[in-house]
């Protein structure tokens, strides 16, 4: 099977030992986003709107990259460490998507990295 690592200057630079995003064949997974703005290295968590934005901007920069949209998007994975603000977060993810969304899950969590409130990842398929 072909694998090929995904990279972009305009998503954040990976923050451990993986890739912004894996083609393994036709499919294309993408690691989880974190609200950090590329261009600033910084977090853009003002609000909870802000950093679910900035996750979304972040994987579309990364979809961009292979070359695909959010129409290609299949399965999302949604980490979040309040599930009482989901409503919130769902009101802009929903804003990316027009029809056919993709398979999704949410999962409360404890903590995540850099201690933001969201992180996504998404799978595609060309």
């Not at 393994?24 to 989880?32: E, Q, R």
């Not at 802009?92 to 404890?110: C, H, I, K, M």
């Not at 995540?112 to 998404?122: A, D, G, H, R, Y």
Request: charged share 15%; aromatic share 8%.
């Amino acid at each position: 099977m072909e694998k090929k690592i995904i990279t972009t200057a305009n998503a954040p630079a990976p923050i451990g030992p993986y890739n912004q995003a894996v083609f393994a064949g036709d499919t294309l997974y993408i690691s989880g986003q974190i609200p950090i703005d590329p261009l600033t290295g910084e977090l853009n968590n003002a609000t909870l709107q802000d950093e679910t934005h900035q996750c979304m901007k972040n994987l579309q920069a990364i979809l961009t990259e292979a070359g695909l949209h959010f129409s290609n998007v299949i399965k999302t994975t949604i980490f979040i460490t309040d599930m009482k603000r989901f409503a919130e977060i769902n009101e802009v993810y929903g804003q990316y998507f027009t029809d056919n969304f993709p398979a999704r899950e949410t999962v409360q969590v404890s903590a995540l990295p850099k201690f933001v409130n969201v992180e996504i990842s998404m799978i595609a398929v060309r």
